[in-house]
């Protein structure tokens, strides 16, 4: 099973993603979101399979501090946000592809608070 972090970057491709489905450029998925509440911070897509971190731990990461990439001016100590992480017992976390992540969104609620933004 495929598990993944949920980060702050979320908040970046939900905006590029609702962008992308108020043009329609992009087909919605025709499954609703079903989640199973793992019970010990995880959760598991049931539409995809994969498993997710049910929480993110409040504090904001650039890609590279989650990815554990080094890079002198954003991660100088190459701290690696995914690869430190337990979570539901698992150590094995990383971050999701873009079409993992988009598994995730609620294309409901993007779709209308893109078109409440637009609008305004």
């Known amino acids: 099973m495929k598990k993944f972090i949920n980060i702050t970057g979320f908040i970046f491709l939900s905006i590029v993603y609702s962008s992308l489905v108020f043009a329609g450029t992009?087909?919605?998925p025709i499954n609703p979101m079903s989640y199973i509440d793992n019970g010990n911070g995880t959760v598991t897509d049931n539409n995809t399979g994969l498993m997710w971190q049910q929480q993110d731990d409040g504090n904001t990461y650039n890609w590279y501090q989650a990815?554990?990439?080094?890079d002198a001016s954003y991660n100088p100590t190459s701290q690696d946000v995914c690869g430190e992480l337990t979570?539901?017992?698992?150590?094995?976390?990383r971050l999701p592809a873009i079409k993992e992540l988009i598994s995730i969104v609620d294309n409901l609620k993007v779709s209308i608070d893109n078109h409440l933004r637009m609008t305004s």
Do not use: F, H, K, N
């Not at 979570?87 to 976390?93: F, R």
């Open 67 to 70: 990815s554990g990439t080094y």
């Open 26 to 28: 992009v087909q919605l």
């Open 87 to 93: 979570t539901g017992s698992y150590t094995d976390w």
